[in-house]
Every structure is written in C-alpha cells, then in structure tokens.
C-alpha cells in the first residue's frame, strides 16, 4: 500500500451530502485508477487516467460522479449528491509494470 | 474483450493442505494475467503475474501459477496451506492499461 496514500479511510455521511476521496501516488507512474468495490458487484472500475488525463470514464454510474487529476501527485473522485447505494470501498490504484492498490477508502451513506 | 472466470466462489481446506483456486480466461492474444490477494479490510496485494516468459510462474508466499494455453486456464496453487492464506483471491486479466478482475475467491483454512 505504500505506493498510494487515500483520505479518508472511513466516511460515514448523510445522503444528499457531497464527498470527495482523495488519492495521492507516491511513487511515479503512467496510469491512475478508481476502482469500487461492493458484496454484490465485486471490483468495478470507475475511471482511469494516463498522464492526468481521463481516458475512460464508461463505468462511472452516473453523472452524480466525477474524478480528476489536477497533477501527477494527487487525484479526488467527488459524488454529489451522495445516496445509499454508493456505499462501497473505493480504491485508487496506480500502473506502471503492474497495479498497485492504495488501502481503500471506505463509505458508507446513511 | 478480455475477461476471466473463477470457477469457484468459496474453497475450503485444512492446513497443511494443497490449495488449487481456478480461473480460465478469454483472449484474443497472449495474454497478460495475475493474481492478486485482498485480506480482510485490506488493499489488494500482487500474487504473481505471467507474462509469456515462462507457463510456470512462482509468487510471493509459496503460491504459484501455471499457464497452460491449451486449456485456458491460469489456476493458482500452493501445496500447504496457512491459517494466513485466508483471504480473497482475484484471477486479473489486463486489457491494454485496464485490469479486468475476475469475481474472486474466498479461501477458508481450517485448523
């Protein structure tokens, strides 16, 4: 895990409030990845960039989601508004040879 | 498109036993495959990965995998299992930069 930093690691909020996970990469890397895991769907993945730029966001689930990448050193995935069945871990990930997975930030909406 | 199939959603085994976890995968090329191992409210750790230097691939922990092109499959296995290999393993296929991850399995060990 010590390649990737994610804030926070637990956030318990209210639906309809806005969250923002944070992810910073410690180490260099060409790709950057958000991934959601959930009981009933497994891994799914969000969104990637390659050099800070977005290049598939197909399996962002809705317009409520958003993710970007202002530097090489940090990326946000924001939901506004939040519901329930975002609840979910959300990992960020980074590729270089292989993918190396940041510890996941865990959210859970009331 | 890329994609893999675990045969098995849950194996058991008592320890000291060999572990056999399966996965067959879907290709249009050589592919490139890993395993990959998330602990309980852990991050998810690499395995070992196959990459067409060898069928016979060695990981961390005494996993290991074989590539057999034949029969499309990539099974993981250990001869002796460890109360601490309990967790969830994922067959992981890659597609250009994406990671196409397989459903996982969750190994039990038993005393």
């Known amino acids: 895990d010590a390649g990737v930093i994610q804030s926070p690691r637990h956030e318990v909020t209210e639906m309809g409030q806005e969250v923002t996970l944070r992810c910073k990469p410690i180490?260099?890397?060409?790709?950057l990845f958000w991934y959601r895991q959930t009981m009933m769907r497994g891994l799914e993945l969000l969104i990637y960039?390659?050099?800070?730029?977005?290049?598939?966001d197909s399996g962002m689930p809705e317009d409520r989601f958003s993710a970007k990448m202002p530097n090489a050193s940090f990326s946000t995935l924001k939901i506004q508004p939040s519901e329930p069945r975002d609840s979910a871990v959300y990992f960020c990930?980074?590729?270089?040879?292989?993918?190396?997975f940041g510890a996941g930030s865990r959210l859970t909406v009331l | 498109a890329q994609s893999v199939t675990q045969l098995d959603s849950h194996v058991s085994v008592s320890e000291g036993t060999p572990v056999l976890l399966r996965c067959n995968y879907s290709?249009?090329?050589?592919?490139?495959l890993f395993w990959y191992v998330q602990h309980p409210n852990k991050g998810l750790q690499l395995l070992l990965k196959?990459?067409?230097?060898?069928?016979l691939v060695k990981g961390i922990n005494g996993f290991e995998a074989e590539f057999k092109k034949s029969e499309t499959s990539f099974h993981l296995t250990k001869p002796s299992a460890h109360m601490s290999d309990a967790a969830e393993y994922f067959c992981?296929?890659?597609?250009?930069?994406?990671?196409?991850f397989g459903t996982g399995t969750r190994l039990q060990v038993f005393p």
């Open positions: 990930a980074i590729r270089d040879d292989v993918l190396t």
């Open positions: 180490s260099g890397h060409d790709y």
């Open positions: 960039f390659n050099n800070n730029v977005p290049i598939d």
């Open positions: 290709s249009s090329y050589s592919p490139s």
């Open positions: 196959y990459t067409s230097a060898a069928t």
């Open positions: 992981v296929v890659s597609e250009g930069p994406k990671l196409i």
